[in-house]
C-alpha cells in the first residue's frame, strides 16, 4: 500500500513538473515578437525582411522630427536622465547600457597631457613647493550641442501578413547617433549615443503629447505625436542594409568596387525601388 502511495505522488509530481515546463516554453516561444508594436503570429508571416535606413534629420523633410527645442534627440536625452528610457549598446536591444556610459557620450573630454601624482603630491614637474612645481590639471569636459545628434538609423522589418493580405513596415528599434558632419565630431565617423525599444519610445512620445511633437509648419494648429508621424512614415531614410548572411552594409559591400561610395548610394536607391516593385508586382500573381 505504502509503495502504491508513492507510485502515485510521484506521478502527481511528474505531472505538473510536466505541465509547468510546458508553460515555460509556452511563454518563452508564444510565436509573438516582444520588440513590435503591432503584434503578429509569426504563423501568419508569409515574408519578412530586415532593413536597416539611416535618417539625417537635417534634411528637409526630416525637420518637423528636429524642431527648435523640440528635437527628438532632446526629448529622448531627457527621458533618459529621468529614468523613464532605457538605452541600449546596439540596435540588437538585447544589453542595456549603463547610464554612465550614456550620459559620458554626451560630453566631450578634452585631451591634456598625461600627469600622475605619487603619494607625496610630486608629478611630473616636480614637488610641492619647487620653484618650477605645476599641479595636474583636472580632466575637462564641455556638453556636445544637442542638435549635433542629428543622425538617426532605424531597424525594422518589412513583411507580408498572409492573414489581412497586407504590407507592414515594423519598427523594432531607433538609434541615435552624433552626426559626422557636425564641427564638434573630430572622429571622422558617425558615433552611437545609444540604441532604444520603438515600443518604449512610442509609448514616451505617447505619454508627452505637448513635448513630443512634429512640428507642422504648414499649420501649427496641426501638430502631430512623434509616435504617429513614425508610424504614418513622414521621415525619409534611405536604405544602408538589407539582411544578409555576411551582416555586410551596402556601402561595404560595394567598398571595393572602382565607382567606390557612389555605386553603394545609388544600391541603395535601387533597393527602395525593388521594394516598391516587389509590393506592385505582389498583386498580379
Same mark, same amino acid.
Not at 3 to 11: A, E, G, H
Not at 31 to 44: A, F, T
Given at each position: 500500500? *505504502? ?36 503584434? &503578429?503570429?509569426?504563423?501568419? #508571416? ?11 534629420? *537635417? %534634411? ?7 524642431? #527648435?527645442? =523640440?528635437?527628438?534627440?532632446? &526629448? !529622448? ?15 540588437? &536591444? ?12 554626451? &560630453? ?9 601624482? @605619487? ?23 564641455? *556638453?556636445? @550641442? !544637442? ?7 532605424? *531597424? ?9 493580405? =497586407?504590407?507592414?513596415? @515594423? ?12 564641427? /564638434?565630431? #573630430? ?12 515600443? @518604449? ?5 505617447? /505619454?508627452?503629447?505637448? %513635448? ?35 551582416? %555586410? ?25 525593388? #521594394? ?10
Amino acid at each position: 500500500m *505504502k509503495n502504491l502511495n508513492k507510485i502515485f505522488v510521484l506521478f502527481v509530481l511528474l505531472s505538473i513538473s510536466s505541465v509547468d515546463n510546458s508553460y515555460a516554453q509556452a511563454e518563452v516561444s508564444n510565436g509573438y515578437n516582444p520588440l513590435s508594436l503591432r503584434q &503578429v503570429h509569426e504563423s501568419y #508571416l508569409m515574408w519578412k525582411r530586415t532593413l536597416w535606413r539611416r535618417i539625417d534629420m *537635417k %534634411e528637409k523633410q526630416n525637420k518637423p522630427f528636429f524642431a #527648435l527645442n =523640440r528635437e527628438l534627440s532632446r &526629448v !529622448i536625452i531627457d527621458a533618459v536622465e529621468r529614468g523613464v528610457l532605457i538605452p541600449y549598446t546596439s540596435d540588437t &536591444v538585447d544589453t542595456i547600457m549603463p547610464i554612465d556610459d550614456f550620459r559620458s557620450s554626451l &560630453v566631450i573630454k578634452e585631451d591634456i597631457i598625461p600627469c600622475n601624482t @605619487d603619494i607625496n603630491g610630486c608629478n611630473n614637474s616636480g614637488c610641492p613647493g619647487e620653484p618650477f612645481f605645476e599641479p595636474c590639471e583636472e580632466l575637462k569636459s564641455q *556638453k556636445i @550641442d !544637442i542638435r549635433h545628434f542629428s543622425i538617426f538609423q532605424i *531597424k525594422e522589418d518589412l513583411y507580408f501578413d498572409r492573414i489581412h493580405s =497586407r504590407i507592414y513596415f @515594423d519598427i523594432q528599434s531607433v538609434s541615435m547617433y552624433w552626426d559626422n558632419m557636425a564641427p /564638434s565630431n #573630430l572622429r571622422g565617423g558617425d558615433v552611437l549615443i545609444g540604441s532604444f525599444r520603438f515600443i @518604449d519610445l512610442y509609448n514616451l512620445f505617447k /505619454s508627452m503629447p505637448k %513635448e513630443a511633437i512634429w512640428f507642422n509648419e504648414k499649420n501649427i494648429a496641426q501638430h502631430k505625436n512623434l509616435g504617429d508621424a513614425f508610424l504614418l512614415r513622414l521621415f525619409r531614410g534611405y536604405i544602408i542594409k538589407m539582411a544578409n548572411a555576411d551582416g %555586410e552594409t551596402l556601402l561595404d559591400i560595394y567598398e571595393n568596387d572602382s565607382a567606390g561610395k557612389g555605386k553603394g548610394i545609388m544600391a541603395a536607391v535601387q533597393a527602395e525601388q525593388d #521594394l516598391m516593385e516587389w509590393e506592385s508586382n505582389l498583386w498580379e500573381y
